[in-house]
């Protein structure tokens, strides 16, 4: 009885099951550099957003009829869907998804907020970047810990 083609296929079933978990360690490190990448790209991005570059609260009468109101409102809209758009990517990590959301309702509660009282809008702009920092270092992502704050970046000191 010949058993060459036994050896075949134990060869091919191997070779199968090895190129298979090459291309798993491959994807999870691809995985692992996009999702990386991704939160990285965020952090740096609310760190240079002008519209968190805020100093000392206050009240801001007549805010609705300023510039600065609808300004601020339209780049937290922006910010919102970066963070939407960051939570995609992040397939693998619960934790950073889950406060990755906790960051999209602070934007929303900060749109809602701000429209019902526009000359606090300043005051719950700082909370806003307050709870959008605390949350990205909440992620336990790498990086993120060390997460600047939004807006500490946006001009030359």
């Not at 300004?71 to 995609?88: D, F, H, K, P």
């Not at 889950?98 to 309702?105: C, D, E, G, V």
Request: aromatic content about 8%; overall charge neutral; charged content about 30%.
């Amino acid at each position: 009885m010949d058993f060459d083609w036994m050896g075949a296929l134990l060869g091919a079933v191997v070779g199968a099951a090895f190129t298979a978990g090459l291309g798993y360690v491959a994807y999870r490190r691809e995985r692992s550099r996009v999702e990386k990448a991704a939160i990285n790209e965020l952090i740096r991005e609310l760190g240079e957003r002008r519209a968190f570059a805020i100093d000392g609260p206050r009240l801001i009468p007549d805010a609705e009829n300023g510039q600065d109101f609808p300004q601020l409102n339209v780049s937290v809209l922006s910010v919102r869907e970066r963070i939407r758009e960051t939570r995609s990517k992040l397939v693998r990590h619960e934790q950073a998804q889950r406060a990755l959301t906790a960051m999209i309702q602070a934007c929303n509660r900060y749109l809602e907020r701000s429209a019902g009282d526009p000359p606090r809008y300043w005051i719950l702009a700082i909370e806003l970047r307050d709870e959008l920092h605390a949350r990205l270092q909440e992620t336990g992502l790498k990086g993120a810990a060390d997460a600047t704050r939004p807006g500490d970046l946006a001009f030359d000191d």
